[in-house]
């Protein structure tokens, strides 16, 4: 059998940017309304300084407004809470984006509630994460949305395709899971607590992997043809002392199996950066009452 095509999240996610970038430029001519991302970093975690970069790179590239907010590991509660009311209120801000995970003397959820749903680009608030599950128009989570993409494109209509999820995290796999039942798929949501988690990916033509655990998801568990979208981003070490990006599925068993597959990096990763941008554009246009930007 000839290996899975590979489908490239980078070329993808930079035509998408690209497109974002035009309806960008439109709105500054048109409507002299730029787009402004607001993202709070709160302490000093190496890998979020690297997403905080890249994705304020991105937004910048797009023709958007970026406010980076890096705040010690020590900030008091309150005064996170205090910044983002000061980001709702400032019309220049149309997203704003908290880097999760926050230090342990800080409640996520408190954090979450207190960012304006209508600014609320992560898709995290509970107003959004309701209308998604009610059907109505919401701001959807980044990495399920861009993971969404990437199946549309390469599969076209999914209706009636037997999808699983692995993971069942709020800001992966139960949003996922969401998307994937609007698109009239046939959704198991797998878990720690699922008994023979193998069968049950053999039944999937799409698996969903979004575990946290390096290379998880085997070959062997891979429906011959199944198009596979691995969403875990993992470091581990090598024995030379250098690390390495690895996703939650076996990448080199599983490619001899699917049909297509993400690979890591290169894969989801980047369309979480521009389905932000893409999310941040669209509530810039709700917040000023233009007309919905389609993708
Ligand atoms: N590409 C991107 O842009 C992004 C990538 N990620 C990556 O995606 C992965 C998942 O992230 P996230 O959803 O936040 O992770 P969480 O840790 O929040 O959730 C992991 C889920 O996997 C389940 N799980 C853990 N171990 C097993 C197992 N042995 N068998 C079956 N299920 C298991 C857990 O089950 P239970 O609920 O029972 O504990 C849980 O539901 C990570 O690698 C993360 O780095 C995350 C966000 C964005
Ligand atoms: N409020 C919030 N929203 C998030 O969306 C959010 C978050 N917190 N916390 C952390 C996770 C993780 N995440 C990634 C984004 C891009 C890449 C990405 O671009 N990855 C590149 C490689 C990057 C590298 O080399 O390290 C790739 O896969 O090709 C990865 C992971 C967003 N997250
Ligand atoms: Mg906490």
Redesign the pocket.
Known sequence: MTDAKLIDGTVFSGKLRETIASRVAEMKGKHRITPGLAVVLVGEDPASQVYVRTKGKRTVETGMNSFEHKLPADTPEDSLLLLIDSLNKDPAVHGILVQ?PVPKHIDTQKVIEAIDPAKDVDGFHPVNVGRLAAGMDALVP??PL?SLLLLKDNLGKLGGLDAVV????????KPMAQLLIRESCTVTI?????RD?PSVVRRADIVI??????E?IKGDWIKPGATVID????RIDLPDGKTRLV??VDFASAVKVAGAITP?PG???P???ACLLRNTLVACARQHNLPEVEF
């Open positions: 999760l980044c990495t861009g692995i993971g069942r995290s709020n800001i992966v796999g797998a878990h720690s607590q699922t988690l992997a979004a575990v946290g655990r390096p998880m969403v875990g981003i993992n996703g939650d890591v894969g989801v990763g369309m979480t950066i």
